[in-house]
């Protein structure tokens, strides 16, 4: 069976703070992927990166950066100088095995920008 | 850049009551999937649809549940008799391949049963 955890709720921080999400996974698979979408106010899941299990290596795209570790089974997020904007749910999702799997989902982390 | 559509994005009905939830995915994918998210919680795989056939689906489809790729660019969802507990957000998804790939989602239908 396929888990994801993002045992955060609710963070709330300053802009212009750092801010890590966290998300452990689980599957039995050895080939998977990992995604983190964006839920802003307005209600629609936006993509922001998928990673392979075969691909370690640490990802950075302006203030994102994430942090994918096997050995741990984490894919954790952060964003550096958060900025108001950055204010949504973010979900961290699996999809592994063959075939039109559905994505697995954890629960989300509700990120709090406070000016 | 394309974009997966919905349509409604907003439905109110009454229990019992069909309704027929529409998307169209982006063109040159051929992966399709429906998933619910119940106000506050996590989204919930529904079904995966490929070369007009159901690939596969979860605990939640159940009979009530039905999907469909009625011509060349929509792909609908239909629940024959909504109940109360099927108010949630639906979205559409779309991929261009499987094993795995990133799939976009639509803006999503806020479907309301009273």
């Known amino acids: 069976a396929q888990k994801v955890t993002q045992a955060q709720t609710e963070i709330s921080v300053v802009e212009k703070e750092d801010v890590t999400l966290d998300c452990v996974y689980e599957?039995?698979?050895?080939?998977?992927?990992l995604f983190w979408y964006k839920q802003p106010p307005s209600g629609e899941l936006v993509f922001l990166i998928r990673?392979?299990?075969?691909?370690?290596q640490n990802e950075i795209s302006g203030r994102y950066s994430w942090n994918f570790q096997k050995s741990t089974s984490s894919f954790n997020f952060t964003i550096t100088a958060s900025q108001v904007v950055d204010s949504a749910v973010y979900f961290c999702a699996l999809d592994s095995g063959g075939g039109a799997d559905g994505l697995t989902f954890g629960k989300g982390t509700h990120l709090i920008i406070q000016p | 850049e394309p974009e997966v559509t919905q349509t409604p994005s907003h439905q109110v009905t009454q229990m019992g009551q069909e309704v027929i939830l529409r998307c169209v995915p982006i063109s040159n994918h051929l992966y399709f999937y429906w998933y619910r998210q119940i106000l506050g919680q996590k989204v919930e795989f529904l079904v995966s649809f490929y070369n007009n056939e159901i690939s596969e689906k979860s605990e939640i489809f159940d009979d009530q549940f039905s999907v469909e790729r009625p011509d060349g660019s929509n792909f609908t969802l239909k629940i024959r008799s909504t109940k109360l507990e099927d108010s949630a957000m639906y979205f559409c998804?779309?991929?261009?391949?499987?094993?795995?790939?990133?799939?976009?989602f639509g803006p999503g239908t806020r479907l309301t049963v009273l």
């Open positions: 599957t039995r698979d050895t080939t998977y992927y």
């Open positions: 998804a779309s991929s261009e391949s499987t094993g795995p790939d990133t799939q976009y």
């Open positions: 990673r392979n299990s075969f691909d370690e």
